[in-house]
């Protein structure tokens, strides 16, 4: 609710004020002399929209805030989670550099690594997530980023962070892990020794499906040079956006809590249900990075993904996807939306939406298959989610 929140706030208002001004005013030319210099009174003076908002600076002191509350990190925030991600990533590599990538992941920021970073002139290596000897062994003398999530998209895999970023460390490499599953309610990847944490805003964090925005999180000296970069590149986030994250992160902790056990709930019934072939819920001891999870998260999240048995009857008439589709459109409270993290629930079948381009082959090599479904829980009524889950299983 309060964490890296000012007070008394502008105008004795309770929320952030919204400032919407793409430029600020100099008394005179000694004041704008003043800020060019670093000499002005006021270190926050703003400038120009590109490089400061009052609004956005509030919010970034909150996120800074929730994601170390030793109080020595800043945040950087931006319009997208992809934003934040690709704007650290070319801020922190040159060309000749090389960065090791989970294979597991927002299949976004694998396309920027493994194209638009390869086209300029940066290597890279991709592991399995949370594979500490695949790092260790892809390690070479120009290495230098660790890009991982935890947990992953879609399969909640859990990367041991403490383990990765003391290894990382011994080497003298940065470690980026996208949070965003997890939202620092649930995890503090910084507190674990990681150096940046990367979030889309989009998700938990501002939590209503309705603005996107993303934030990087980390030290004064490596977010500085994300923050000049953006200066640059400009994929700033708007005032308006960043009070609707702003407005998000009071109930954060609530709606987290209840996102957490109502997914835990649905996580255990998908288990013992006889339509299901494979749940992936890092609350549940069947997943494999169950460990992990318990030692380093305080709760596993909104997502589960599960696979569904695609030939219940023994029939067999329908391709998986077909089966599978039609589970998809039985839910009737979840909608087919390609998100999560918002207070609605939301449902999609991977391979005919975030993987549509690829051929089935390219599915199975990137370990996507056609009866997987990822559910991303809101905090509706928990015995509205899960009589909804029962029947779209039921709909096949
Ligand atoms: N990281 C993860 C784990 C995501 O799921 C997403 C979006 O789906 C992103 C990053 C990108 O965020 P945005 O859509 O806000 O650009």
Request: with cysteine.
């Amino acid at each position: 609710m309060h964490a890296g929140v000012g007070r008394p706030e502008r105008f004795d208002a309770v929320p952030t004020p919204i400032v919407t001004t793409s430029t600020y005013t100099f008394a005179d030319s000694s004041e704008l002399a003043a800020h060019m210099t670093g000499e002005h009174a006021d270190p926050h003076r703003e400038e120009y929209g590109r490089y400061g908002n009052p609004t956005v600076r509030a919010l970034e002191q909150r996120l800074a805030a929730l994601e170390d509350p030793t109080g020595k990190a800043e945040c950087a925030a931006f319009g997208s989670g992809m934003a934040a991600l690709t704007t650290t990533l070319l801020a922190l590599l040159k060309q000749g550099a090389h960065v090791i990538l989970f294979r597991d992941g927002y299949r976004r920021t694998r396309q920027f690594v493994v194209k638009t970073l390869a086209a300029y002139g940066v290597e890279h290596t991709i592991v399995e997530p949370g594979d500490l000897a695949a790092v260790e062994a892809a390690i070479r003398p120009e290495t230098r980023l660790v890009v991982g999530e935890s947990p992953t998209n879609p399969y909640l895999h859990c990367t041991d962070l403490a383990a990765l970023a003391a290894l990382a460390k011994a080497r003298r490499i940065k470690t980026v892990v996208d949070s965003t599953f997890a939202t620092p309610i649930d995890l503090q990847p910084l507190g674990l020794g990681i150096d940046l944490v990367v979030h889309s805003a989009t998700k938990y964090l501002a939590g209503h499906h309705d603005v996107l925005a993303g934030a990087v999180v980390g030290s004064r000296a490596l977010v500085g040079l994300i923050r000049d970069l953006r200066g640059v590149l400009g994929g700033v986030l708007d005032p308006h956006g960043a009070f609707l994250v702003a407005r998000g992160l009071k109930t954060l902790a609530v709606r987290v809590e209840r996102h957490d056990r109502t997914a835990m709930a649905v996580a255990e019934m998908l288990a013992t249900h006889p339509r299901v072939a494979e749940v992936f819920y890092p609350g549940l001891v069947s997943h494999p990075t169950y460990a992990i999870a318990q030692a380093q998260m305080n709760g596993f999240g909104g997502v589960v993904s599960f696979r569904v048995k695609t030939d219940p009857h023994g029939q067999g008439h329908d391709s998986p996807l077909a089966v599978t589709s039609r589970v998809v459109d039985g839910f009737q409270l979840a909608r087919i939306a390609p998100s999560l993290g918002g207070v609605d629930t939301l449902v999609e079948q991977p391979a005919i939406m975030s993987y549509y381009e690829m051929t089935p082959e390219q599915r199975a090599a990137a370990g996507i298959s056609d009866d997987l479904i990822r559910l991303a829980v809101g905090i509706e009524d928990e015995a509205d989610v899960l009589a909804d889950v029962q029947r779209a299983l039921e709909a096949q």
